[in-house]
């Protein structure tokens, strides 16, 4: 399974768009990028996927290079209720692996 | 449309004795999988299940055991409690098996004193 290496912690305040970068320089042909996010004594929320280039939703888009050795979650306008524990997964879509976290970058976000 | 339930939310045991925990999936999702989660670190995979069966074990004792019933509900089992064992245990349910959209239960607080 590729290793994903991300920022232990980052600062932000309310309004402000964050990014939070991930590097996974193994990652495999097959493999996708995942975001999770972990609120105090909760599981994990599933945020987005993606393969290649730009993927949006509702709540977040990821930006993955050409080379897919790295990807970036994009979090516009973050508010308090944006501080959680933010995960990033490589693996297979409909693999036969388990999910393999690290340990996360803690985001807190200040008024 | 219920999301994945785990029970009981909470609870405290005994060095050396036997805890399980229970966990029901979302309609539909036949793949059950356990996470330990300790505080400051993310969740660390411990089983699988697919179709009734084991797919996966992660690096955990054989105090620890799962199994899945036919309604794809999971129970996880772990004997001779240690206070190492003190953790948030996670079930993750999905549609296919293995997989990296999985949906997460709220997750049991064990605590051995």
């Known amino acids: 399974l590729a290793k994903t290496t991300q920022p232990i912690s980052m600062d932000s305040y309310e309004g402000q768009e964050v990014n939070i970068t991930c590097s996974h320089n193994?990652?495999?042909?097959?493999?996708?990028i995942t975001w999770y996010q972990q609120f105090p004594s909760q599981g994990p929320r599933f945020i987005i996927q993606?393969?290649?280039t730009k993927v949006t939703n509702e709540v977040a888009s990821l930006f993955i290079p050409a080379d897919r050795k790295s990807s970036t979650l994009s979090l516009p306008r973050v508010s308090l209720s944006d501080t959680a524990v933010y995960y990033c997964?490589?693996?297979?879509?409909?693999?036969?692996?388990?999910?393999?976290f690290g340990k996360g970058t803690r985001l807190s976000v200040i008024a | 449309d219920a999301g994945v339930t785990q029970s009981p939310t909470h609870l405290i045991k005994t060095r050396g004795q036997h805890v399980t925990l229970r966990c029901s999936p979302i309609?539909?999702?036949?793949?059950v999988s356990w996470y330990q989660q300790v505080l400051g670190q993310g969740p660390q995979f411990i089983f699988q299940?697919?179709?009734?069966?084991?797919?996966g074990r992660g690096n955990f004792p054989d105090r620890f055991s799962a199994r899945q019933f036919p309604n794809y509900s999971s129970e996880l089992n772990v004997n001779a409690l240690l206070l190492g064992d003190s953790a948030l245990y996670l079930c993750?349910?999905?549609?296919?098996?293995?997989?990296?959209?999985?949906?997460f239960g709220q997750g049991t607080r064990l605590t051995v004193v």
């Open positions: 309609s539909g999702h036949k793949s």
């Open positions: 993606g393969y290649k």
């Open positions: 993750a349910s999905s549609l296919a098996r293995g997989g990296t959209e999985a949906f």
């Open positions: 997964l490589v693996g297979e879509h409909s693999g036969n692996t388990p999910l393999v």
């Open positions: 193994n990652i495999a042909t097959n493999d996708y």
């Open positions: 299940y697919y179709e009734k069966e084991e797919r």
